[in-house]
């Protein structure tokens, strides 16, 4: 195993860590040198879980996560400027073992692994309070489930062995690659499943108001998850979907003791200022109003490392915009964000999954797609002033809608012969690869960040890596595969009332919108609830993983994204990087490599 990182490597500067949710900085107390016997004590410990916590900000947030969990899926591709590098390799399956998108998490997430296993080694012989013990331990083992399931979704089967055994902490760089152990999927597997229920049983019930701590029902999630993926795999069990069934249920059974619960409304969930709320079970945390000089050290770059950029990923070219001549957007605005222009929906998403725009509200909750004159020169100045001016003439006032990319042509058709104040775009005038003549498309607006120093920025707010809702879909999906499609029916149709809701509908409205919602168990099929999957958790970061680890990639992808033309079945995994294969001391590096990449 390529495990180049020395002790204090590792822990490089795990005293000016902070955990986010209290947004207090620690003080520093700085150390040139570690020992393993910092391990044997409660602060080393501490430090060694918090490091661990940080080390999601690689998974969750940066531009190679994001090209990694989202492109080239069914839901997105990838957007004009998207079009080279890591983003179109990944987007259109010519991805090699030198892409950056896939160096990153397998170097970090092993790094964080070994901590994980340090805290697990010798959390045990430590003079403190059993309860804080066990509770280490569960976030610590919790946290190692989570960094090998990333990497499992990607790679396949990886080592657990680092130099020194199966799961222990390794001090000693190795260059032995120890990946050809025949039952070694099986062993990533089980000690997921070993370390997800070690961490539902001995984590707090909940986690902290304001804080993204562990909790015993972030626990439950993953391990459902982790049930689901194994049950399609090569090492399946008999028992996967029962377990993934007994599991979720547990959660949504016993919602008030986990501190838990649906919002009311779809469109809380992902709220700016409403990170913390009860249906988010787990975030990776940054520190809020958020820039580069906050998260890197010596930043050369706002993609650095491991920034949140998410706010400006899904983002199209709406400064492009104009009306008779005149920019309607003359410079970027905060809440929109920088149009990177990266990913784009696939019509799919836009028109088959998001068909029903009227009764179903997550459609409108998901995506931006109305912009409206927005302030953004100094109130009183010269540019305010012409800007305003310029809107005057054009029939526009500041707040108006400045222009609306219609759901159809049909929509858009009417609304134009109807002359709107404001552009009109319809579908068939809005980007895809095989359209580019206008780079403007819906953004995904989960990521939206006002709290911000400048659209520049990147994002200060909690990345969410586990909510309440999947539980219900992953509930519905085990049921479906246990033969009780009713129940299946009814799991998916709690989030279809909630859907329907909007503040703005009477409630004998809203009845008629359930209503025309409502799923029966013969609608109940693996594809479906996959197309609810998007609905629910569109752009989340989980698509990819969610199409490979069932076996769906190929065939939804291709059959959706008219962008993966070189898609074939060995893409379910991704290339070893070439950089651990360099790194290999063995004569016959090639072994290790994934089928379809030598």
């Known amino acids: 195993m390529k495990l ?49 916590y940080a080390g999601l900000r690689y998974d969750y947030g940066p531009i190679g996560a994001m090209v990694l ?27 090699s073992p030198t892409n950056g998108a896939i160096g990153t998490p397998w170097n970090r997430n092993y790094s964080n692994i070994n901590l994980c296993n340090a805290v697990v080694q010798y959390a045990p012989s430590v003079n403190m309070d059993a309860t804080t013990r066990n509770k280490f331990i569960g976030e610590a083992r919790y946290l190692r489930a989570m960094y090998y399931l990333l990497l ?24 032995t690659f120890r990946r050809n152990d025949p039952n070694l999927l099986k062993k990533n597997f089980q000690a997921m499943v070993d370390d997800l229920v070690f961490a539902a049983d001995n984590l707090p019930d909940q986690r902290p108001t304001g804080e993204f701590r562990l909790s015993k029902a972030a626990a439950l999630h993953l391990l459902s ?84 950029i998410s706010c400006n990923m899904f983002v199209s070219n709406y400064t492009s915009v104009t009306k008779n001549g005149v920019a309607l957007f003359p410079v970027r605005v905060l809440q929109y964000g920088r149009p ?102 819906p953004a995904l ?45 009814q799991y998916i149709n709690v989030l279809r009332d909630r859907a329907a809701y909007r503040s703005s509908i009477s409630s004998t409205e809203l009845a008629s919108r359930k209503a025309k919602l409502q799923v029966a168990a013969s609608d109940i099929t693996l594809d479906f609830i996959l197309d609810e999957r998007t609905r629910e958790l569109c752009g989340e970061s989980i698509r990819w993983a969610d199409l490979a680890m069932r076996g769906k990639l190929v065939d939804r992808a291709k059959k959706y994204n008219p962008d993966v033309t070189n898609l074939q079945a060995f893409h379910l995994l991704r290339p070893i990087p070439q950089s651990q294969l360099d790194a290999t001391c063995e004569t016959n590096k090639s072994q290790y490599q994934n089928p379809g990449y030598n």
């Open 4 to 52: 180049k990182h020395t002790l204090a490597s590792i822990f490089l500067g795990v005293m000016a860590l902070t955990f986010s949710g209290c947004q207090e900085v620690l003080d520093e107390t700085p150390r040139t040198a570690f020992t393993v016997d910092y391990f044997k004590t409660q602060d080393g410990l501490q430090s060694a879980i918090y490091t661990a």
């Open 69 to 95: 969990n989202n492109v080239g899926t069914d839901e997105f591709t990838y957007g004009d400027q998207g079009a080279s590098g890591q983003t179109l390799e990944c987007g259109t399956y010519s991805i």
């Open 152 to 175: 499992v979704e990607h790679f396949g089967a990886v080592p657990l062995d680092l130099g020194s055994g199966d799961l222990q902490f390794n001090t000693t760089p190795s260059c």
């Open 225 to 308: 998850r982790v049930y689901i993926y194994r049950a399609y795999s090569a090492v399946k069990e008999s028992t996967d979907f029962q377990n993934a069934y007994d599991t979720a249920k547990k959660l949504i059974d016993n919602k008030a003791k986990y501190g838990t619960d649906l919002l009311a409304d779809y469109g809380d969930i992902h709220k700016e200022g409403n990170d913390y709320n009860k249906e988010i079970l787990f975030s990776v945390e940054r520190l809020p109003l958020n820039n580069i000089a906050n998260e890197v050290v010596n930043p050369s770059t706002d993609f650095a490392e491991k920034v949140n």
């Open 340 to 441: 990177l222009r990266q990913f784009c929906p696939t019509r799919w998403t836009l028109d088959v999954i998001f068909a029903d725009k009227l009764n179903d509200s997550r459609y409108s909750h998901t995506f931006r797609d109305t912009y409206y004159v927005a302030t953004f020169y100094t109130q009183g100045t010269t540019d305010y002033n012409k800007y305003v001016s310029d809107m005057s003439a054009l029939g526009l006032a500041l707040g108006d809608t400045a222009f609306y990319l219609a759901p159809t042509d049909a929509i858009a058709k009417t609304l134009k012969a109807a002359n709107k104040k404001y552009v009109i775009y319809s579908p068939t005038e809005m980007y895809s690869n095989q359209n580019k003549a206008n780079n403007i498309y």
């Open 445 to 489: 607006k989960k990521y939206e960040a006002v709290n911000r120093n400048s659209y520049q920025d990147i994002s200060g707010r909690p990345f969410v890596v586990a909510k309440l809702s999947e539980v219900y879909l992953l509930a519905a999906e085990a049921a479906m595969a246990l033969g009780k499609n009713a129940e299946a029916a």
